[in-house]
């Protein structure tokens, strides 16, 4: 899919926020790929299927965010670890002549969060050696805890917040970085009993699951932690963020927290966290920097060390 006049698009509901285009394009412009382009497409579930069988033998691939991740399993076939394992996928990839010949399904969302708490450790940059980097994101992607450089957090004791695709993504990368238990916060613990069986699945002891609107309960889950995960849509952990506003200014927190949302960013989460001594907080886009990563690799059918990481990481620094 070298050739002039490929298309690529991130797909969701909403989409006008998405960074991704800043990204993929980015990395074309510094491809040489003139000829390719990559836009939003505002998508629900129900019209997925209709729009990927329209579409012609243009397309090499698309990105997609809720509430698609799920809901694109059934057409087409899972390739890489983390989709088979969770029957979940951020990335479509078409095969040569479009989607009349397949849909390969790749879930790249674990990759980035581990590269993203390795960059908040310091084990991590966008400009180090395009070499390193894709043995990094290939050991994270194919499960290897035993293939990376280090371990800043193992042992770690996690807290993730949600219960969506993208929790289940962090459940896995958190596993990769040798978390030693992964609890979760939940706007309704009664619909948890999927995230349970991951945990079990990926050999984690079981979650204590503890509700959002049980003040005290859901500060001292907000405390007790090394990692913290927040992979709540925008707007959805500003009561966490006011919770953590009028709590005791004594309260240990973890030393980082990555929250997925980068619209706005700092989210309000994100300032509250740092508050507390110790602290630290990274915005969702720099899991979106390294998840894109394997995606133009993919599309553009390039090795991983060849996608121009320093570029899309300036273009996101500019934005």
Same mark, same amino acid.
């Given at each position: 899919?070298?050739?002039?006049?490929?298309?690529?698009?991130?797909?969701? /509901?909403?989409?006008?926020?998405?960074?991704?285009?800043?990204?993929?394009?980015?990395?074309?412009?510094?491809?040489?790929?003139?000829?390719?382009?990559?836009?939003?497409?505002?998508?629900?579930?129900?019209?997925?299927?209709?729009?990927?069988?329209?579409?012609?033998?243009?397309?090499?691939?698309?990105?997609?965010?809720?509430?698609?991740?799920?809901?694109?399993?059934?057409?087409?076939?899972?390739?890489?670890?983390?989709?088979?394992?969770?029957?979940?996928?951020?990335?479509?990839?078409?095969?040569?002549?479009?989607?009349?010949?397949?849909?390969?399904?790749?879930?790249?969302?674990?990759?980035?969060?581990?590269?993203?708490?390795?960059?908040?450790?310091?084990?991590?940059?966008?400009? #180090?050696?395009?070499?390193?980097?894709?043995?990094?994101?290939?050991?994270?992607?194919?499960?290897?805890?035993?293939?990376?450089?280090?371990?800043?957090?193992?042992?770690?004791?996690?807290?993730?917040?949600?219960?969506?695709?993208?929790? #289940?993504?962090?459940?896995?990368?958190?596993?990769?970085?040798?978390?030693?238990?992964?609890?979760?916060?939940?706007?309704?613990?009664?619909?948890?009993?999927?995230?349970?069986?991951?945990?079990?699945?990926?050999?984690?002891? #079981?979650?204590?699951?503890?509700?959002?609107?049980?003040?005290? &309960?859901?500060?001292?889950?907000?405390?007790?932690?090394?990692?913290?995960?927040?992979?709540?849509?925008?707007? &959805?952990? /500003?009561?966490?963020?006011?919770?953590?506003?009028?709590?005791?200014?004594?309260?240990?927190?973890?030393?980082?927290?990555?929250?997925?949302?980068?619209?706005?960013?700092?989210?309000?989460?994100?300032?509250?966290?740092?508050?507390?001594?110790?602290?630290?907080?990274?915005?969702? #886009?720099?899991?979106?920097?390294?998840?894109?990563?394997?995606?133009?690799?993919?599309?553009?059918?390039?090795?991983?060390?060849?996608?121009?990481?320093?570029?899309? /990481?300036?273009?996101?620094?500019?934005?």
């Amino acid at each position: 899919m070298n050739g002039p006049d490929c298309r690529c698009a991130v797909l969701g /509901d909403p989409i006008s926020h998405s960074l991704s285009p800043l990204l993929h394009r980015s990395a074309y412009a510094a491809l040489g790929l003139d000829g390719w382009r990559y836009d939003r497409v505002r998508m629900d579930a129900d019209g997925l299927a209709d729009f990927i069988h329209g579409l012609d033998p243009t397309w090499a691939g698309l990105s997609l965010t809720m509430p698609l991740k799920s809901a694109v399993g059934p057409m087409g076939d899972f390739r890489d670890c983390w989709s088979s394992t969770l029957g979940v996928a951020n990335t479509a990839v078409f095969a040569q002549g479009g989607p009349a010949n397949g849909l390969s399904l790749y879930n790249t969302d674990v990759e980035g969060i581990v590269a993203a708490l390795l960059e908040a450790a310091d084990r991590c940059r966008a400009d #180090e050696d395009p070499d390193e980097l894709a043995a990094l994101l290939e050991a994270a992607g194919q499960g290897g805890q035993d293939r990376l450089p280090d371990q800043p957090y193992g042992g770690a004791r996690a807290l993730v917040i949600g219960n969506g695709n993208t929790a #289940e993504s962090a459940f896995c990368a958190l596993k990769v970085l040798g978390a030693e238990h992964v609890d979760l916060l939940a706007r309704n613990p009664k619909h948890c009993d999927h995230m349970l069986d991951l945990a079990s699945r990926l050999g984690l002891p #079981e979650p204590t699951v503890t509700a959002m609107d049980q003040a005290e &309960a859901a500060e001292r889950a907000l405390t007790k932690g090394d990692i913290v995960v927040s992979t709540l849509p925008s707007g &959805a952990a /500003d009561p966490l963020a006011d919770l953590l506003n009028t709590a005791d200014g004594g309260s240990r927190m973890g030393p980082v927290l990555l929250d997925v949302v980068y619209d706005p960013r700092p989210t309000p989460l994100m300032r509250a966290f740092c508050r507390r001594p110790g602290a630290r907080a990274i915005s969702g #886009e720099r899991m979106l920097l390294y998840q894109a990563v394997r995606q133009v690799a993919l599309m553009t059918d390039r090795p991983l060390a060849a996608v121009p990481v320093a570029a899309m /990481d300036q273009a996101l620094r500019e934005e």
